[in-house]
């Protein structure tokens, strides 16, 4: 298999430029790495995570959904000029993309989502590139092209036609790279977090959670809004409109079931009116009500909301808890 200096990937990078919109992990001006175009920073494809999910390349923070002139036809935004192409997605963030793909596919088709995603190309990173050099899992699936990284060199590993096709057009030094070795090194990383959070859910779903223990979590939430805004599932957004002399825009923007006012009706009752239920909430929508709805949890152990969280009750960590007074 082929493998990939970090230079050579830089410059396989820059040649995808003329066909894609390229965005890859780079590293600001703060030190802090994030999603972005080859130009805006060093490339910095290893430290593991991105702190921001990068699902919101297809489902932006804020997206126009029409513009109304005052005189003429209601307007939809523009096609994107290029098909993106956005590599860094690790093995739970690309669970998380497949899984709000069907979501935004499910019951009527979401349009402004599926503008950015149809044809783009999404690249996994995996391999010894997380933080200080630790094994992350390989994904193996739900990309089109996955870069396993060995330590010093990204193996490549195409997924899908697009990638073999990408995967086709490089050249480079190394074309005997296996996986062999680091794909038992996947394999053996640990899959506690993942027995935590199912067990977490047993318990909620069996009604073994008392209402005393979602007020001591509500208590702990300063209402910050972090576990929604980095968490790759999340989907809540409400809509807006803005009106100018000559036209009114109507856009959407993510949500936070965090928020007093998430569920305030126009009567003024809110059937989610304490943190305490906001926060059942939270933790009850992907444990307990997406797997009755969907058949599986929603929450892939991404890492995000605890790392965010300034007061300690991202979902893993109330998972922990969970388990260690109920079970």
């Known amino acids: 298999m082929k493998a990939l200096s970090l230079t050579e990937l830089k410059n396989i990078l820059r040649s995808l430029e003329d066909r894609y919109d390229v965005r890859a992990p780079i590293r600001l ?18 430290g593991g995570r991105l702190p ?4 919101d390349v297809f489902f932006p923070q804020h997206d126009l959904i029409f513009t109304a002139p005052a005189e003429g036809a209601i307007e939809s935004p523009a096609a994107p000029g290029k098909p993106l192409f956005v590599l860094g997605f690790t093995a739970e963030d690309l669970d998380c993309l497949e899984f709000i793909d069907r979501f935004f596919a499910a019951h009527y088709r979401d349009d402004l ?20 050099g630790r094994m992350m899992r390989i994904a193996g699936d739900n990309c089109d092209l996955e870069l396993v990284c060995d330590g010093e060199r990204f193996i490549v590993a195409p997924r899908s036609a697009k990638g073999r096709e990408i995967e086709g057009g490089i050249d480079c030094a190394v074309t005997d790279a296996t996986l062999e070795e680091l794909r038992q090194a996947s394999d053996l990383l640990s899959d506690e977090s993942r027995r935590i959070l199912q067990k977490a859910s047993e318990l909620i779903r069996a009604d073994r959670v008392p209402d005393d223990f979602w007020a001591e979590i509500g208590d702990l939430c300063i209402a910050c809004t972090g576990c929604n805004l980095v968490c790759p599932t999340c989907t809540c957004y409400g809509v807006q409109d803005r009106s100018w002399r000559d036209r009114t825009e109507r856009s959407r923007m993510w949500d936070s079931c965090q928020l007093d006012g998430f569920m305030r009706e126009a009567s003024g009752h809110n059937p989610l009116g304490t943190e305490a239920l906001r926060s059942r909430r939270r ?23 605890d790392a965010a969280c300034p007061t300690g009750i991202g979902i893993q960590s109330v998972a922990r808890r969970i388990v260690s007074r109920f079970a």
């Open 29 to 46: 001006a703060d030190g802090t790495r994030a999603l972005g175009r080859l130009d805006e920073g060093e490339l910095a494809v290893a």
């Open 52 to 55: 921001r999910k990068p699902t």
């Open 283 to 305: 933790i009850h929508h992907k444990l307990a009500a997406d797997p009755t709805r969907w058949g599986h949890l929603t929450c892939y152990l991404c890492g995000r909301c």
């Open 113 to 132: 989502y599926f503008r950015l995603r149809e044809g783009a190309v999404v690249g996994g990173v995996s391999g010894y590139c997380g933080e200080e």
